[in-house]
């Protein structure tokens, strides 16, 4: 397996610049996940780590080795497409057989290979197939198979599971995730797909405009954004703008609509700032037992939950995420509250 470094890439498309000035290190047997909205230059890093596009600038290494200006056939990467692209006029053997045909492996260790490979995504018994006669997840794995068969450094994945239904998405997620750390191969996907980000990933790069806006577990992205950027597109943020005030030896963001002041880390060089609630971090109760009232607008039942969007008093909408054990209604006043260490 392999470790990724890239440094200082740059690539431009005439005057536009799609990646700017990317450091990124992807450690050996690591999944990473790079989450972005469209045109953030999510897919243009991968298939410049992938070879079939060159950098403006920068260099790419894979365990200390810069192959920036090596061809994709000799990089040892394994590359899935959102359209899988598979042969529609092949087998299932034949689509996953051709990577190795391609690299001159003989044929009694190309019928070991492509059987272990189907077998690792659970296809085993459909070798003669043709995609055509496939589902959408079963296509999926054979694609994913045709990445894996030569047994690859690194595995690339472009919106890998784009293609599927919201339910069969959610399976592939846990099977790709176990899949890969049971090979320990060294993963990079990219998604917009913040629940596939979150479900996968050992770490998430949140890219916007071609520049990384933070890199981290999961759990610490999520709950501690950089940035308003990086609040508001992975998942629901309440924000609230506030005002950074200092008291003695103790910095503080003061938040008029909440009536809180906010514990900061002592550097935070700024005299404004934001600070966030997630929907589930609010607790939503009888009028007058929290820290503000709030007036419910809309209820949406989801099942297991109910998504309320609430009115506080100044006019500030909020949305939070309650349990459905007892359940308010629109027009209905109700108290907010909240843990401090979660603001």
Same mark, same amino acid.
């Given at each position: 397996m392999s470790a990724?470094?890239?440094?200082?890439?740059?690539?431009?498309?005439?005057?536009?610049? #799609?990646? *700017?000035? /990317?450091? +990124?290190?992807?450690?050996?047997?690591?999944?990473?996940?790079? &989450?972005?909205?469209?045109?953030?230059?999510?897919?243009?890093?991968?298939?410049?780590?992938?070879?079939?596009?060159?950098?403006?600038?920068?260099?790419?290494?894979?365990?200390?080795?810069?192959?920036?200006?090596?061809?994709?056939?000799?990089?040892?990467?394994?590359?899935?497409?959102?359209?899988?692209?598979?042969?529609?006029?092949?087998?299932?053997?034949?689509?996953?057989?051709?990577?190795?045909?391609?690299?001159?492996?003989?044929?009694?260790?190309?019928?070991?290979?492509?059987?272990? #490979?189907? *077998?690792? /995504?659970? +296809?085993?018994?459909?070798?003669?197939?043709?995609?055509?006669? &496939?589902?959408?997840?079963?296509?999926?794995?054979?694609?994913?198979?045709?990445?894996?068969?030569?047994?690859?450094?690194?595995?690339?994945?472009?919106?890998?599971?784009?293609?599927?239904?919201?339910?069969?998405?959610?399976?592939?997620?846990?099977?790709?995730?176990?899949?890969?750390?049971?090979?320990?191969v060294t993963t990079v996907a990219v998604t917009h797909d913040q629940e596939e980000a979150l479900t996968m990933s050992d770490r998430i790069l949140v890219l916007h405009e071609g520049r990384v806006q933070q890199i981290g577990k999961p759990e610490d992205v999520y709950r501690c954004p950089r940035n308003r950027f990086v609040a508001t597109f992975l998942g629901t943020a309440n924000l609230f703008e506030g005002v950074v005030k200092y008291e003695g030896d103790r910095h503080y963001i003061v938040c008029p609509t909440l009536g809180e002041k906010v514990p900061i880390d002592s550097h935070f060089a700024a005299s404004s700032a934001v600070a966030m609630l997630r929907p589930e971090q609010l607790h939503v109760g009888a009028p007058d037992t929290g820290r503000v009232n709030a007036g419910v607008k809309a209820a949406v039942y989801l099942g297991t939950a109910i998504r309320y969007q609430m009115v506080l008093a100044d006019g500030s909408l909020v949305e939070a995420t309650a349990s459905n054990a007892r359940r308010f209604a629109v027009g209905d006043v109700v108290g907010l509250d909240w843990l401090t260490e979660d603001l």
């Open positions: 990724i470094e890239i440094s200082g890439l740059v690539k431009k498309y005439g005057d536009v610049v #799609a990646v *700017d000035n /990317v450091d +990124l290190t992807i450690e050996d047997g690591e999944f990473l996940t790079i &989450l972005g909205p469209s045109g953030s230059g999510k897919t243009t890093i991968l298939l410049i780590i992938a070879g079939f596009e060159q950098p403006t600038s920068g260099s790419v290494f894979f365990d200390d080795k810069d192959v920036t200006e090596l061809p994709p056939h000799k990089r040892r990467v394994g590359l899935t497409f959102q359209s899988y692209a598979l042969f529609p006029h092949m087998s299932v053997e034949g689509n996953v057989v051709f990577p190795l045909k391609v690299r001159g492996v003989g044929r009694e260790e190309r019928r070991t290979k492509v059987d272990r #490979a189907l *077998d690792l /995504v659970r +296809l085993g018994d459909l070798h003669h197939r043709r995609p055509h006669e &496939l589902s959408g997840g079963q296509q999926q794995r054979v694609a994913l198979a045709r990445a894996l068969v030569f047994e690859p450094d690194i595995l690339l994945l472009d919106e890998p599971l784009a293609a599927l239904d919201r339910q069969l998405r959610q399976t592939v997620q846990y099977e790709l995730s176990e899949l890969q750390r049971s090979l320990k």
